[in-house]
C-alpha cells in the first residue's frame, strides 16, 4: 500500500509542550506533505517536503523526512488549544501520480 | 478560507436518490481533485482534472459516480442511487501545475448523509 501510517492515532498534551507526530510509508516518493484538519472542516496545507530534502521549518512547525526509513515526522513546538486538530501526512509517489495518499491522521488534543 | 468552494455544505438525501455536488476551484487553478472521507479516516483519492480533462479515476469511484468539469473551471460530482456505504465528506482541492503542481488548496467539504 502507498498509504502512510501514522503514529500515534491520538496524543493528547498539555499547552507549551511539544507534539510530535510520525509517518511512515512503504513507495518511493516525489514529496510528502502535512495537512490539518480541524473537526468537521477541510484541511489546511502545513508544510510540503521533496524526497531530497531532510528537515524543513514553518513558524513552530518542523517537519524531517528519513527516505532510508520511508518515514517522516511532524514536530509542533509550545503547542497551543488552537493547534486542537487532526494532522495527516500525504504522499505524492514517484510513478507520476498527482493523488495526495493520505495517512489515517493523528488527533491531537491540547489541554489548557 | 482556501479560496476553493463547494455547495452544498451538508446534503441529507434517502437511499436511492440522485445527488450532486459543485466545486468552485481557485480561478487560475487549473488541476481539481475530488476526495472522500469516512470518519476517522484520511481523505481517499476519487478523480482529478486537469483543466477540462478526467485524467485519474480511483477504482472507489464505481459507475454510480460521475464528475465533469465541462470548461475547466467549476466541477460538479453526481452519485446515483445513493447507498449508506455512500455517507461520508466529499472534498475538493485545486492546485496549480506550473506553478506549485503537487500543493492542493482544500474547500471545506460536502458532508453527505444517506439514510
Known amino acids: 500500500s502507498q498509504q502512510g501510517e501514522e503514529d500515534p492515532q491520538a496524543l493528547s498534551i498539555q499547552e507549551g509542550e511539544n507534539a510530535t507526530m510520525n509517518c511512515s510509508y512503504k513507495?518511493?516518493?516525489?514529496?510528502l506533505q502535512w495537512y490539518r484538519q480541524n473537526s468537521g472542516r477541510g484541511l489546511v496545507h502545513l508544510i510540503l517536503i521533496r524526497s531530497n530534502e531532510r528537515e524543513k521549518h514553518s513558524g513552530r512547525l518542523r517537519v524531517t523526512l528519513d527516505t532510508s526509513k520511508k518515514s517522516s515526522s511532524l514536530l509542533i513546538t509550545a503547542s497551543r488549544a488552537a493547534d486542537t486538530a487532526s494532522y495527516f501526512c500525504a504522499l505524492i509517489s514517484i510513478q507520476g501520480a498527482q493523488k495526495l495518499v493520505f495517512g489515517q491522521g493523528t488527533r491531537l488534543t491540547i489541554n489548557p | 478560507d482556501t479560496g476553493v468552494s463547494q455547495d452544498p455544505r451538508h446534503k441529507i438525501t434517502k437511499r436511492g436518490q440522485n445527488v450532486t455536488f459543485r466545486c468552485d476551484p481557485i480561478s487560475e487553478h487549473n488541476r481539481l481533485y475530488w476526495y472522500r472521507q469516512t470518519l476517522g479516516q484520511g481523505p481517499e483519492f476519487l478523480t482529478y482534472?486537469?483543466?477540462?480533462?478526467?485524467?485519474?479515476k480511483s477504482r472507489l469511484l464505481s459507475d454510480r459516480f460521475s464528475a465533469e468539469r465541462p470548461k475547466g473551471s467549476f466541477s460538479t460530482l453526481e452519485i446515483q442511487r445513493t447507498e449508506q456505504g455512500d455517507s461520508a465528506m466529499y472534498l475538493c482541492?485545486?492546485?496549480?501545475?506550473?506553478?506549485?503542481?503537487?500543493?492542493?488548496?482544500f474547500g471545506p467539504g460536502t458532508r453527505l448523509t444517506v439514510l
Open positions: 482541492a485545486s492546485s496549480l501545475a506550473q506553478i506549485h503542481p503537487h500543493e492542493q488548496f
Open positions: 513507495t518511493s516518493i516525489n514529496n
Open positions: 482534472f486537469q483543466n477540462e480533462a478526467q485524467l485519474e
